[in-house]
């Protein structure tokens, strides 16, 4: 069993940034594929951003696209969302998951392991 742990999350101005971190335990693997989702009072819960195995192939859905960075620490078995330029409608609890195929995925169902999240907010 992989347990995935978020952090990171607060209140913050809009305009403002946070950083989130995803912290990987138990039967951990560096070639599995990491995704954030957000899921927002009253919408379905939506893809993010996703890295691959190698940190070489990142991915980040339109609305966040310029103003959000996934990265990972292999090492650390650690992958960090970077929130630049944060707007109200960011705002939202964010859910960091696994998936084994270690491919790019902005399907939920594709991810195996999942966080319990950690609420983002932005104030106007």
């Known amino acids: 069993q992989v347990q995935l742990v978020e952090s990171g999350g607060g209140l913050v101005q809009a305009g403002g940034s946070l950083r989130l971190s995803c912290a990987a335990s138990g039967r951990t693997s560096s070639n599995y594929a990491i995704g954030w989702f957000r899921q927002a009072p009253g919408k379905e819960r939506e893809f993010v951003s996703a890295?691959?195995?190698?940190?070489?192939?990142?991915y980040y859905s339109d609305s966040v696209k310029g103003r959000f960075t996934i990265s990972r620490d292999n090492a650390k078995n650690t992958v960090y969302l970077q929130m630049n330029s944060l707007k109200p409608e960011d705002t939202a609890a964010y859910y960091c998951a696994a998936a084994r195929s270690g491919f790019y995925n902005y399907a939920r169902a594709a991810y195996d392991y999942w966080g319990q999240g950690t609420q983002v907010t932005v104030s106007s």
């Open positions: 890295i691959t195995w190698n940190g070489g192939r990142v």
